[in-house]
């Protein structure tokens, strides 16, 4: 065997880590490693007090590396580890039943109802209000401020005015939760349809006007395309917001069912690990949605025949 042939598996071994560190894959997998890392030594350090107590009250006397071990097995940790936070996912979405109510994918899916009614709520009334301050300039002066003074509220604080309101007229279940949704998304949608529309330039409206476009042309002919890269960035934001109000809407109702449900009854009993637990699963439900917007703006970028950066 030449040396040449001995050399080429080396050099396709280098080619293929060049690859993987001009990408992204590369620096994301360094990241995760860092904070998995800082994740236990948070842990063990969160942890100690509390087991060295234990042992101390049942009257033992254990190594550090025993109390090492023990800060990283705990039932109720004050921080769970890593480790802890996958097998409780694994007991609660892939050895629960789908239809129990302890399978977090059951919670998931009550969540996500209502985040994907509240996005289309936010998502209409955000493209609308967004068009009509664009075309009536009375309207910009008199909306926008009051849609950014919106968002100055805490959520926390008008979720439940929204739910006891809805709930004395009869209105319950999925409806109150999106509106708490659509209040928190349908804001970035308007303000990035609104950049989008405005975006093209004068001398772009004034060769629309040469060729004699109506503004109903005008609009979807010039500002509406334009407006497309905006209008998926506000629905990247809005979709992740979204779901943050479906959690925030499932709190002061004392839900039965749904990620917040999970949150609330993690914090009833002390079940830090299964409130850690939910919390990974919103944020790889949101993380999903997120990619799926994404995605959604490809395929419209290729049908527009915009080319990738």
């Not at 040449?4 to 490693?33: D, F, H, I, M, Y």
């Not at 998931?108 to 009509?132: D, E, P």
Request: charge should be positive; proline fraction near 5%; include cysteine.
């Amino acid at each position: 065997m030449t040396t040449e042939a001995l050399t080429l598996p080396v050099r396709q071994a280098r080619q293929k880590s060049s690859r993987l560190w001009k990408g992204n894959t590369g620096p994301v997998l360094v990241v995760v490693l860092a904070v998995v890392v800082l994740w236990y030594v948070a842990a063990v350090a969160m942890n100690w007090q509390g087991v060295t107590d234990a042992f101390e009250r049942a009257g033992e006397q254990r190594s550090t590396g025993e109390i090492l071990l023990a800060t990283l097995e705990q039932e109720r940790p004050m921080l769970p580890a890593p480790h802890q936070i996958l097998i409780e996912l694994k007991k609660t979405v892939i050895d629960m039943p789908v239809t129990s109510r302890r399978n977090l994918l059951f919670h998931g899916w009550v969540t996500l109802s209502s985040t994907l009614l509240g996005f289309a709520l936010g998502s209409l009334l955000g493209v609308v209000l967004a068009v009509l301050i664009v075309h009536v300039k009375t309207l910009e002066r008199s909306l926008m401020p009051w849609i950014i003074s919106s968002q100055t509220i805490p959520i926390l604080a008008i979720a439940p005015i929204i739910i006891v309101v809805l709930g004395s007229i009869g209105i319950t279940g999925l409806f109150p939760k999106a509106i708490i949704s659509a209040y928190l998304c349908f804001f970035p949608i308007t303000i990035s349809m609104v950049k989008g529309l405005t975006s093209p330039d004068i001398m772009q409206r004034d060769l629309m006007r040469t060729y004699s476009a109506s503004r109903t042309q005008t609009f979807w002919k010039l500002r509406l395309p334009a407006s497309l890269p905006y209008l998926f960035a506000g629905l990247k934001v809005a979709i992740a917001i979204s779901l943050v109000g479906a959690i925030v809407g499932e709190l002061p109702t004392g839900a039965q069912a749904g990620l917040g449900a999970r949150l609330l009854a993690g914090s009833y009993y002390g079940q830090t690990i299964q409130i850690w637990a939910a919390l990974f699963g919103a944020a790889v439900l949101a993380s999903s949605l997120v990619a799926i917007v994404g995605l959604g703006e490809r395929i419209v970028n290729s049908r527009m025949g915009v080319r990738a950066a």
